[in-house]
């Protein structure tokens, strides 16, 4: 049944991206919720999870944090309003060093659907559980660390318009859900978006064999497509260029502006030319300096960025 589980993991839900736009998540420690929502992530990427005061930073998280700084690691996201963690503890984040990201909005709803879009390139699956109630939160964490797809919080009786909008951005097609939780309207809602509902309960049959076939199925063909995949680029890398037709619209911005000054830019430079936030130009260099089109060094405070392949249209 694990091994099931774990083909589960890495071909039903291929489609999965998280690359590492923060170095460290910064939570409340009296209220679960915002942990809930990091803890994923921070499996899917190794990014760890400092639990602090509301109020202010501790003797303990002040050392922990300094000795992490002190290695290079400088992005921090703040998870959560400055009711869940105050402007004092941000500063003092500031003071450190860090460079600082709240991500927020005005409930734990609209929070959790920020992270997701913002911190997740793409998921087509999600956890979406219940926001006024602790009952299945563990439950809701382990299947979203397991699975390494983000958790959003829902209201009973409907979807709100923010996770709406997070899991049509995100392209999710399923999201994991758990007993009686969703009222008929809110199942309606997910339909409306062309979003399955998949209850939890059912995941846990031992003797599906009809999932076990299609998940066979999945393996096979996911092993001739990555096949194909890794030989036609692999191909474009030992030519040196890379075709535009292989870049999203956001990662031609960040490639075309290293272009555009001559091949070599530096990271704080882009937030102005792009319109793009800080985490979400880490996400992307990062992912552009893994396949190998930009080669990234350290410069003082930002990066430099150098462009290593020629772009072919």
Known sequence: MRFIILLFFFLVIPSVHATQGSDVIIVRSDIPYEFAIAQGYSHLTGIPIVITSPDNLSKVDVEILSGY??????????????????????????????ITNRV?????????????????????????????????LLLAERLSSYLGIPLLFTKNKSVPPAVLEALVKLRVSKVYV???????????????????????ADMRSKNNESTIFYILAVFIGFIAGAGAS???IGLKDRKGTVSITLLTD???????AVEQDGGVI???????????????????????????????????????????KEISQ
């Open 69 to 98: 700084i002190a290695e290079g690691y400088r992005y921090a996201v703040i998870l959560g309003g400055e009711d869940a963690i105050s402007l004092d503890v941000q500063r003092n984040l500031d003071k450190m060093g860090f």
């Open 104 to 136: 927020a909005e005005a409930d734990r709803y609209g929070t959790s659907a920020a992270f997701a879009g913002e911190y997740y390139v793409k998921s087509n699956a999600a956890v979406l559980v219940a926001g006024q109630e602790l009952k299945n």
């Open 178 to 200: 758990f007993n009686n939780e969703l009222s008929d309207t809110a199942l309606k809602q997910l339909h409306q978006f062309k979003v399955t509902p998949v209850n939890v």
């Open 230 to 232: 890794y030989k036609y």
């Open 250 to 256: 956001d990662e031609e911005k960040i490639v075309r």
């Open 266 to 308: 530096t990271q704080d430079k882009l937030p102005k030319i792009t319109d793009f936030s800080r985490p979400k130009i880490t996400r992307l260099v990062s992912e552009l300096e893994k396949r190998g089109i930009i080669e990234k060094t350290s410069k003082g405070r930002t990066n430099e960025l150098k462009l290593k």
